[in-house]
């Protein structure tokens, strides 16, 4: 069976995880993969996740199977978190939501349902976008295509060439966006931008499909999914995969969920047979823990309004180390303009480093970034901020 099979190289962001670990310079940095971390490198658990967990323990009383559609009250409280508790397609009975593994088992289970629904369809994705979201929707079946989005040169959106490429698309075709903290590249369209956006989808009649991983991290929950709130006014049909791992600090858990919205009751039925199929195909059924947490949470006001002020706590933080990185490496002399990393937002940024700065920084410095020279901001802190933008001198020969 497996003597013609060749290994193949580690996935470009979990690879890293290794890596790192395995390097044993005292003064390595992990800017991979997209995980929150404190000022001592830590990614601590948020104090109401560690309550919900003890309100569970004491109050579980069994370990039976959930269904197909994971924690119940986790999918309403999450479907109207998003899109907010008093939306029309609420009241027109329109929305389903259905637990998954994670918000990468949501972008999957989307993926199966467009294909089974109908095969054909093709998927458009920004350029540049999450590296899985490039072997996830292929590795579907979907075919792919990439829209303009990032401005390599200024570090900005490509808003007009955005527009015009999405003015070709049309009914069966699915676009997908990023609700905000644009992975990789940090920069998002503003409220304006995303009106015009959600207006085009309504007159072209694309479906668009979200990916919400990042919900709290640019400016606020309401604010960072306004852009599905809008395509929910513009379009019949929507389709979005949220996730818990980094707003909850819930990362290994794995809870995540995806979110339809049809035409009408019945169709929203419809959908959520086709959900349930698939993943009966697949794993059966969503894992029950980190939901349970997070339905405890968000049924409590308590623990709710903790919850914004530890998901703010984070935000702010990020915030004030992109502030702070770019005014050192200014201060440090570095001539290149790197003050772009201050007007985006969430956890990541592109360097603009070549490939082979990239590996200089890994093999000379031990700080490991993805190949794009995609830094993950929340890694920074007071003790190792100064040593990176050293390192950053020395690969760019400044
Ligand atoms: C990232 O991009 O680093 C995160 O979304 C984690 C992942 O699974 O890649």
Redesign the pocket.
């Known amino acids: 069976m497996f003597e013609k099979l060749n290994a193949i190289p580690p996935d470009p962001?979990?690879g890293l995880i290794a890596a790192y670990a395995a390097d044993p310079n005292p003064k390595k940095i992990d800017l991979?993969?997209?995980v929150y971390r404190d000022e001592a490198g830590n990614t601590p658990m948020l104090d109401c996740v560690v309550e919900a967990e003890k309100i569970l323990l004491r109050t579980q009383t069994t370990k039976t199977y959930l269904g197909p559609r994971g924690v119940p009250g986790f999918n309403q409280a999450i479907g109207e978190t998003i899109l907010g508790k008093d939306n029309e397609v609420f009241k027109q009975n329109r929305v389903r939501t259905v637990q998954t593994p994670g918000g990468?088992g949501a972008l999957r289970v989307a993926a199966d349902l467009v294909k089974v629904t109908r095969p054909e369809t093709e998927l458009w994705a920004s350029d540049p976008t999450?590296a899985?979201h490039l072997a996830l929707f292929p590795g579907a079946g979907m075919a792919m295509h990439s829209y303009p989005y990032f401005d390599a040169e200024n570090s900005s959106l490509r808003f007009d060439d955005m527009i015009a490429a999405l003015q070709q698309r049309g009914p069966g075709d699915v676009v997908l966006f990023h609700a905000c903290c644009h992975?990789p590249c940090g920069v998002s369209p503003d409220p304006e931008q995303w009106q015009a956006i959600a207006n085009l989808a309504g007159e072209r009649g694309f479906t668009p499909m979200i990916d919400i991983?990042y919900m709290g991290f640019e400016r606020g929950i309401e604010e960072d999914s306004l852009c599905i709130r809008l395509f929910a006014e513009q379009c019949p049909e929507v389709i979005f995969a949220s996730s818990c791992s980094k707003n909850f600090a819930m990362y290994r858990e794995r809870v995540g969920a995806i979110s339809v919205i049809a035409g009408n009751a019945e169709k929203a039925d419809a959908v959520e047979s086709v959900i349930h199929n698939v993943t009966r195909k697949n794993y059966s059924m969503p894992p029950a823990h980190g939901p349970a947490v997070i339905d405890i949470i968000l049924h409590s006001e308590e623990l709710t309004a903790q919850w914004h002020v530890e998901l703010a706590g984070m935000r702010n933080r990020i915030n004030g180390l992109r502030k702070t990185l770019s005014e050192k490496i200014a201060a440090a002399g570095i001539q290149r303009d790197f003050s772009f990393i201050q007007r985006q937002s969430g956890m990541f940024s592109f360097m603009g480093l070549t490939v082979e700065q990239v590996h200089r920084l890994r093999d000379e410095f031990a700080i490991y970034t993805v190949n794009s020279s995609r830094v993950?901001v929340a890694s920074f802190n007071e003790g190792n901020m100064d040593y990176f933008i050293e390192a950053l001198a020395v690969v760019l020969d400044e």
């Open positions: 962001i979990l991979g993969i997209g990468t999450w899985n992975n991983a993950n």
